[in-house]
């Protein structure tokens, strides 16, 4: 075989959806969707293949998530017709404080090093999932993944493109302070000092070990056993602010969906800290606009931006760990906010206050099995490689969550002792008249609600097939009056949104975008789904 890049793409690509009767198992690698679909097919439930699929992904795709990251699902369970939230995001350290941070220098939270780290929850998510819902043991659902991470894995086209750009961010934190990040180091770059690249193979022995006392534990070493204390050790060590009862006090929470109608759907989000609710209250908004009978209109794209820009207005000024809010949900929700709202929509751009949403690094992925269940989860780093922070001997790599929270201690989100942050990652699911529809996520950071939103918009006002919904050119905004839109929306899209005064940005890297992943249930009980052209992702159907 001649040589080839695997990086270079001459032509632009159309994927199918993809149906199915027994069950389904999406996410960005196709490794990941593999292992929830063998477990499918051995038995398991959507819960099961979810929490098989989660463990996997810190190996699959380590630039979007790890075992110290933080973790959202929404899970719906047939036989009770329900939709349960589960918010399984960490805590600060009790010993930090926003002083402690502007003592040291700092006029915002840093995303490297120990100050941005929080007690991660997605392994706590995992056990809970698994012990409600769940049908087979942990180490069976982990086997797979250790497997795969004695042997290797070969390091997915996007991944290696992720992965060698936080690289160098990485770096230049070590230059600064070698202590935490020595070890992260030893694990993520080969023996040259050089990232992976596509088609390497990458072991991890440690990450093997580690799940196998998870699974023996259930889960519990991490917060109460030997694992936790090496988290806690290390910290100390290298300049960290974690203690033991940080990790002890920590349980995931069973919350409550919070919804929106949307021209006959119901739209289910998590309630704060996360920004879920940036997607209904864009909804709530839109709801009172007419959109144009074409999709590929600059007045569909301005619409969808003016909606979405003034709900990041709000959210991002009052949306915090749901202990320290001052706004309700209620009252961000309610029908005569969102009117007072959509009277400020002209035909020319806004420039409301908020912050400058940015890519991160986080995983998406959502089972249904054939008794009807379905699970959409999402968990995260946040920035890629997160804090650039390993414990040694345990393959666990540690987000960085808390960099959003803010150090002005008039904010909602100021930075506190066992307090959680503003959250960017959000599972969505969409019911109609009482049933399931499906799952539905987009990854990327500030761009979430964003991607969740104009998907809405594609499946519900413009009749897309779930391939389609996430094929379709993306617009984002990036702050003040400034958007980036996709090149494939066109030159015409591109002026036209420019009289109406946005600041347009034309983009190539359609990651930047967001990455996701669908499953619909059809009338007729099939199961219908769809992966990003955006990523390397799966959807594996039985």
């Known amino acids: 075989m001649s040589q080839y890049d695997p990086c270079k793409y001459t032509y632009p690509s159309r994927r199918?959806?993809?149906?199915?009767?027994?069950?389904?198992?999406?996410?960005?690698?196709?490794?990941?969707?593999?292992?929830?679909?063998?477990?499918?097919?051995?038995?398991?439930?959507?819960?099961?293949?979810?929490?098989?699929?989660?463990?996997?992904?810190?190996?699959?795709?380590?630039?979007?998530?790890?075992?110290?990251?933080?973790?959202?699902?929404l899970v719906w369970v047939e036989k009770e017709k329900k939709l349960y939230g589960l918010n399984a995001s960490g805590v600060a350290p009790a010993a930090l404080s926003a002083e402690t941070v502007r003592g040291l220098g700092f006029t915002e939270m840093p995303k490297e090093g120990w100050l941005p780290t929080m007690v991660p929850g997605a392994p706590a998510g995992w056990a809970e999932l698994n012990r409600r819902f769940g049908s087979k043991p942990l180490a069976e659902l982990f086997a797979p993944t250790i497997s795969y991470a004695r042997e290797g894995v070969p390091v997915p086209v996007n991944v290696a493109h992720q992965w060698a750009k936080d690289s160098r961010r990485i770096k230049r934190a070590m230059e600064v302070n070698p202590a935490p990040h020595a070890y992260w180091w030893q694990s993520f770059m080969k023996g040259d000092g050089s990232p992976y690249?596509?088609?390497?193979?990458?072991?991890?022995?440690?990450?093997?070990?580690?799940?196998?006392?998870?699974?023996?534990?259930?889960?519990e070493s991490y917060y109460r056993g030997p694992l936790m204390e090496k988290i806690v050790a290390f910290s100390r060590e290298t300049g960290g602010y974690f203690a033991e009862d940080d990790f002890r006090s920590y349980h995931p929470e069973w919350v409550e969906p919070i919804t929106a109608d949307y021209r006959g759907y119901t739209v289910c989000e998590i309630p704060p800290n996360g920004h879920g609710i940036t997607v209904l209250m864009a909804l709530n908004i839109l709801n009172g606009l007419e959109l144009s009978p074409e999709r590929e209109s600059a007045g569909t794209y301005h619409k969808i931006m003016e909606a979405i820009k003034l709900a990041f207005a709000d959210t991002k000024t009052y949306v915090a760990d749901p202990r320290y809010m001052k706004t309700r949900v209620e009252d961000l929700l309610s029908e005569k906010y969102a009117a007072r709202r959509r009277a400020l929509i002209t035909d020319q751009a806004l420039t409301p206050q908020a912050g400058d949403p940015s890519c991160g690094g986080t995983i998406y992925l959502c089972t249904a099995d054939a008794e009807g269940n379905m699970v959409s989860w999402i968990q995260s780093n946040y920035t890629i490689f997160g804090a650039g922070v390993a414990v040694p001997g345990t393959g666990i790599s540690l987000q960085n969550r808390g960099a959003n929270f803010s150090l002005d201690p008039d904010s909602d989100n100021c930075l506190a002792g066992g307090k959680k942050s503003y959250h960017t990652i959000i599972p969505g699911f969409l019911l109609k008249d009482g049933e399931a529809v499906g799952p539905f996520g987009v990854m990327g950071a500030f761009m979430q609600p964003q991607g969740h939103v104009e998907v809405l918009v594609n499946t519900i006002d413009y009749h897309m097939n779930p391939q389609e919904a996430l094929d379709a050119p993306r617009v984002q905004w990036i702050g003040g009056k400034h958007i980036q839109l996709e090149r494939e929306?066109?030159?015409?899209?591109?002026?036209?949104?420019?009289?109406?005064?946005?600041?347009?940005?034309?983009?190539?890297?359609?990651?930047?975008?967001?990455?996701?992943?669908?499953?619909?249930?059809?009338?007729?009980?099939?199961?219908?789904?769809?992966?990003?052209?955006?990523?390397?992702?799966?959807?594996?159907?039985?």
């Open 16 to 73: 199918n959806v993809v149906f199915a009767k027994n069950g389904m198992a999406c996410t960005s690698v196709p490794l990941g969707a593999q292992v929830g679909l063998e477990v499918l097919k051995s038995g398991g439930n959507a819960m099961d293949a979810a929490v098989a699929m989660a463990a996997g992904m810190p190996l699959f795709e380590p630039t979007g998530n790890g075992l110290g990251s933080d973790a959202f699902a």
């Open 489 to 542: 929306a066109g030159p015409e899209i591109a002026e036209a949104l420019a009289a109406m005064g946005h600041e347009v940005e034309v983009i190539d890297d359609r990651i930047n975008m967001g990455r996701g992943q669908i499953i619909w249930r059809t009338e007729n009980g099939l199961l219908v789904g769809g992966t990003e052209p955006r990523c390397d992702g799966t959807v594996a159907a039985w």
């Open 197 to 219: 690249q596509a088609g390497d193979l990458f072991r991890w022995e440690e990450y093997a070990q580690t799940l196998e006392e998870l699974a023996a534990s259930d889960c």
